[in-house]
């Protein structure tokens, strides 16, 4: 499967933005979806994660209660909305597909990543 972020940008604090990342294939809604990022200087790190159906997610502490993560596996698309945007969210946010436990998702194993889209939030 190929995958394809979208949906970054330059934002203030506080604002919001909807990253979409756009996948090719008929598989798409086998596999668990991730968002992941990394800022300058550090390593890649887990953001969010969704089984198949859309029934299960998964967040990052820094991030509960202001990104919500959901698919439409009819249009072989997913998203992170992104609310109360802070300047440490600032990053390239990639997304990404694998399998695993659903009890589990921030281990699960991954076998496919997009290209990143770059998101920065001003103070």
């Known amino acids: 499967v190929q995958l394809q972020a979208s949906g970054g940008g330059l934002v203030q604090a506080g604002g919001s933005l909807r990253l979409s990342c756009e996948a090719s294939g008929r598989t798409f809604r086998t596999y668990m979806m991730h968002w992941f990022r990394q800022a300058p200087g550090k390593e890649r790190e887990f953001v969010a994660a969704i089984n198949w159906n859309g029934g299960r997610t998964q967040y990052a502490d820094s991030v509960k209660g202001r990104f919500t993560i959901s698919r439409d596996n009819a249009k072989n698309t997913m998203y992170l909305q992104m609310n109360s945007l802070k300047p440490e969210d600032t990053a390239v946010y990639y997304c990404?597909?694998?399998?695993?436990?659903?009890?589990?998702?921030?281990?699960?194993?991954?076998?496919?990543w997009g290209k990143g889209t770059q998101v920065t939030v001003s103070s």
């Open positions: 990404a597909a694998g399998w695993g436990s659903e009890a589990n998702m921030e281990e699960s194993s991954i076998g496919y």
